[in-house]
């Protein structure tokens, strides 16, 4: 991250769901006393409170939740901003926290928000800016959704499982992802004919490229330059924002390919045995199963989905 130089005008959005922020803990207390503040019930108050934070002329909203919220904020802020988006600063308190691992996190309560605050007003806030994933539906009059990390076939096996059997265990952030991994990889080794083995349908096509047919095990999408616990599946050449995998399916050679995401490169026989990467402008999909945008399960348009990144948004951090 580079120093962002000049004071901010700073607005807070906070995850009313967030049973941190039930239980009282995270207060943002006095750091937050002269600050515009909302805590939306839906999407189309989430949209109204970020206007009313334009015509205050925020320019940092201050994100306190977990990946789906920045997810909520991010989609919001063409409603409400228009092409001229705030920077974002995330206030960690959710259930993984990737985006706080991957751009920078002051931390979840006050002593974050004032530790930020003081950035703001130093001008020695450190910025990067980045490209943002949005995920279209045609087909439906649905908005654009707006995040940083794509998934379908094990990758919704994985956060179904996640909900299912860890987060209500009280398992979370980076043990939860971890182990739904670890869980998902195990239930696809299993015996031939298993359902996850066999994938889902799917149709691919990267920057208007013939569209690849066939059953997938798993695809992966993100505009982000690292992911959290050292996971780097993504080579290949191209020159858009967008980096994308996929694997055929059944998954050949499975633990070896896992190994290959941990150490950041692949084995030379992986491209040969289904497994394909690269970089795209956009990316055109025909799926029926769900799929995953930082860390929510939705279902795709009639016509599929279109994978772009035509903005770019500020994330700053103390």
Same mark, same amino acid.
Request: proline share 8%.
């Given at each position: 991250?580079?120093?962002?130089?000049?004071?901010?005008?700073?607005?807070?959005?906070?995850?009313?769901?967030?049973?941190?922020?039930?239980?009282?803990?995270?207060?943002?207390?006095? %750091?937050?006393? =002269?600050?515009? @503040?909302?805590?939306?019930?839906? +999407?189309? $108050?989430?949209?109204? /409170? &970020?206007? #009313?934070? !334009?015509?205050?002329?925020?320019?940092?909203v201050a994100v306190q939740g977990g990946d789906g919220t920045l997810r909520e904020v991010l989609t919001a802020l063409?409603?409400?901003?228009?092409?001229?988006?705030?920077?974002?600063?995330?206030?960690?308190?959710?259930?993984?926290?990737?985006?706080?691992?991957?751009?920078?996190?002051?931390?979840?309560?006050?002593?974050?928000?004032?530790?930020?605050?003081?950035?703001?007003?130093?001008?020695?806030?450190?910025?990067?800016?980045?490209?943002?994933?949005?995920?279209?539906?045609?087909?439906?009059?649905?908005?654009?959704?707006?995040?940083?990390?794509?998934?379908?076939?094990?990758?919704?096996?994985?956060?179904?499982? %996640?909900?299912? =059997?860890?987060? @209500?265990?009280?398992?979370?952030? +980076?043990? $939860?992802?971890?182990? /739904? &991994?670890? #869980?998902? !990889?195990?239930?696809?080794?299993?015996?031939?004919?298993?359902?996850?083995?066999?994938?889902?349908?799917?149709?691919?096509?990267?920057?208007?490229?013939?569209?690849?047919?066939?059953?997938?095990?798993?695809?992966?999408?993100?505009?982000?330059?690292?992911?959290?616990?050292?996971?780097?599946?993504?080579?290949?050449?191209?020159?858009?924002?967008?980096?994308?995998?996929?694997?055929?399916?059944?998954?050949?050679?499975?633990p070896a390919a896992l190994l290959a995401a941990f150490r950041g490169r692949p084995w030379r026989w992986m491209p040969?045995?289904?497994?394909?990467?690269?970089?795209?402008?956009?990316?055109?999909?025909?799926?029926?199963a769900p799929f995953v945008l930082d860390g929510e399960v939705f279902k795709p348009g009639p016509e599929g989905l279109?994978?772009?990144?035509?903005?770019?948004?500020?994330?700053?951090?103390?």
């Amino acid at each position: 991250m580079s120093p962002a130089a000049g004071a901010a005008r700073i607005g807070v959005i906070s995850n009313p769901r967030s049973r941190a922020l039930r239980e009282g803990r995270f207060a943002l207390g006095a %750091a937050a006393a =002269s600050m515009p @503040r909302a805590a939306p019930e839906s +999407r189309e $108050a989430l949209v109204e /409170a &970020l206007a #009313g934070f !334009a015509a205050e002329e925020v320019d940092l909203v201050a994100v306190q939740g977990g990946d789906g919220t920045l997810r909520e904020v991010l989609t919001a802020l063409p409603a409400a901003y228009g092409e001229r988006p705030p920077a974002i600063a995330v206030l960690a308190t959710g259930k993984t926290n990737l985006a706080a691992r991957v751009l920078g996190s002051a931390g979840p309560g006050e002593a974050a928000l004032a530790r930020l605050r003081d950035a703001a007003l130093r001008g020695s806030l450190r910025r990067r800016l980045l490209p943002v994933l949005e995920v279209a539906r045609p087909g439906t009059e649905a908005a654009p959704l707006r995040g940083l990390l794509f998934g379908a076939g094990a990758f919704t096996e994985a956060k179904l499982l %996640a909900e299912r =059997s860890l987060h @209500r265990r009280g398992v979370h952030d +980076r043990l $939860a992802v971890l182990l /739904a &991994l670890g #869980g998902t !990889a195990l239930r696809s080794l299993g015996g031939r004919g298993h359902p996850l083995r066999e994938g889902a349908p799917m149709g691919i096509s990267a920057d208007g490229a013939a569209m690849r047919e066939g059953r997938r095990f798993l695809l992966l999408a993100t505009p982000l330059d690292r992911l959290m616990l050292g996971l780097w599946p993504f080579w290949g050449e191209g020159e858009g924002p967008l980096r994308w995998l996929e694997v055929d399916a059944p998954p050949s050679r499975l633990p070896a390919a896992l190994l290959a995401a941990f150490r950041g490169r692949p084995w030379r026989w992986m491209p040969g045995a289904g497994y394909r990467s690269g970089r795209a402008e956009r990316i055109a999909l025909r799926l029926e199963a769900p799929f995953v945008l930082d860390g929510e399960v939705f279902k795709p348009g009639p016509e599929g989905l279109l994978l772009s990144a035509p903005g770019r948004v500020a994330f700053v951090a103390p």
